[in-house]
Nanobody, 120 residues
Framework: QVQLVESGGGLVQAGGSLRLSCAAS????????MGWFRQAPGKEREFVAA????????VYADSVKGRCTISRANAKNTVYLQMNSLKPEDTAVYSC?????????????WGQGTQVTVSS
């Protein structure tokens, strides 16, 4: 059974930082592209960042580019999202996801999410 478990969310003041982690089990982690998504209240889920299987290629949404860094540790089956200079509009539930297929294919597995709240 595949599980993706996020951690590291919380309440932080604007301008602060958080590091989210997503621990994967039940899959061959290094075979999967990993992504982070977020969903704010009343809004649709949106893409935040993704990292390829080896960690050599990363992609970011324009809204977080320059403020967030996605990384992975294949030996630990874990993907991270370092978020700096946080803004109130970053408040959302952040979820990680795993994708086996190439770019444009759907993500296969999703975590439950971790809440990030940024106060002004």
């Amino acid at each position: 059974q595949v599980q993706l478990v996020e951690s590291g969310g919380g309440l932080v003041q604007a301008g602060g930082s958080l590091r989210l982690s997503c621990a994967a089990s039940g899959l061959t982690f290094c075979w999967y592209t990993m992504g982070w998504f977020r969903q704010a209240p009343g809004k649709e889920r949106e893409f935040v960042a993704a990292i390829d299987r080896s960690g050599g290629t990363t992609v970011y949404a324009d809204s977080v580019k320059g403020r967030c860094t996605i990384s992975r540790a294949n030996a630990k089956n874990t993907v991270y999202l370092q978020m700096n200079s946080l803004k109130p509009e970053d408040t959302a539930v952040y979820s990680c996801a795993a994708r086996y297929g190439g770019r444009g294919s759907d993500y296969d597995y999703w975590g439950q999410g971790t809440q990030v709240t940024v106060s002004s």
